[in-house]
């Protein structure tokens, strides 16, 4: 299970996220980004965050520890911003916390170098949750002490938003002409053979126990938690077999608008004011 914090002070929002993500402090004494159960598309995003987020950590790549956070809408009293205020009103209870990386820089692929193996790592993996939001337009990596850092995989999983047509999902292929690290030569071979047989089902399974029940609870079609969790693990552990061969790497769209579906442009434009 993930650890659980409680929340003490809201330092302050990180306006470049979408989902206007803020800086709390908590009562482990730790600083975190945290994510709320009342932003824009919810607590689907906050699933994607767990599964996402533990996975990748278990395959060996670089994100940002997670925790389960309590938060008490009154720490937000004195916050001028209404949108914050409304934000933090609309999140009483659990929530989602990730590590503060402080000083971390945004990746901009002209200023860092990233090897062909690590590439390739991070492609495999993003296509593997289907992340639609690692492109050079919104890169979503840090550069932490010399290191690369993966955050944000709120918009991935597609299909946890059609559940019917999941098992469809498990064998669509991965376009990744606009991932930022695409033009690093990525070795997406070596990626596959290392990674895949990782993906295994008590992986999967582990990762899926990581999130809280109530943000599976009430899922349409499905008896309980449980069931949503196992949902998971089908589509991720289908998808692990042969993503590595669906993956295509073409030319760069240029200024073409974003690709983005839809149910990740209502999170973008969702929000007042931006
Ligand atoms: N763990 C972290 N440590 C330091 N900075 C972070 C961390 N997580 C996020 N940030 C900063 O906050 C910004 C917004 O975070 P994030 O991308 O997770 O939010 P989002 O609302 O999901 O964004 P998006 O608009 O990409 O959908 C990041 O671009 C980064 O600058
Ligand atoms: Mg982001």
Redesign the pocket.
């Known amino acids: 299970m993930l650890p659980e914090v409680t929340a003490v002070r809201y330092v302050t929002p990180?306006r470049?996220?979408?989902?206007?993500?803020g800086i709390v402090e908590a009562d482990d004494l730790g600083t975190y980004?945290m994510k709320f159960t009342g932003a824009g598309q919810g607590r689907k995003t906050l699933v994607a965050e767990v599964i996402c987020g533990q996975l990748g950590r278990a395959l060996g790549l670089r994100v940002?520890d997670l925790a389960r956070i309590q938060l008490d809408p009154v720490i937000g009293r004195c916050e001028p911003d209404q949108e914050v205020q409304g934000l933090l009103k609309a999140s009483g209870g659990l929530n989602l916390a990730?590590?503060?990386?402080p000083g971390?820089l945004?990746f901009d692929p002209l200023a860092f170098e990233v090897s062909a193996a690590e590439a390739g790592r991070v492609i495999w993996f993003d296509a593997l949750i289907n992340n639609v939001?690692r492109s050079w337009r919104?890169p979503?990596l840090?550069v932490w002490h010399g290191e690369l850092w993966l955050?944000?995989h709120?918009?991935t999983m597609i299909w946890h938003h059609n559940w019917p047509g999941a098992a469809a999902a498990a064998g669509r292929p991965y376009d990744a002409s606009d991932h930022v690290l695409a033009t690093f030569g990525p070795d997406l071979a070596a990626a596959a053979a290392e990674l895949a047989p990782r993906v295994t089902e008590d992986l999967l399974t582990a990762v899926a126990a990581d999130v809280p029940d109530e943000w599976l609870a009430d899922e349409p079609g499905f008896d309980g938690p449980d069931a949503v969790r196992r949902a998971y693990v089908e589509v991720l552990l289908e998808r692990a077999k042969s993503i590595g061969d669906r993956i295509t790497v073409g030319e760069r769209s240029k200024d073409k608008p974003s690709q983005a579906p839809e149910w990740v442009r209502v999170?973008?434009d969702g929000r007042a004011g931006k």
């Open positions: 990180l470049e996220g979408g989902s206007l993500p980004v940002p990730m590590d503060f990386l971390a945004g939001d919104n979503n840090l955050i944000d709120g918009a999170r973008l």
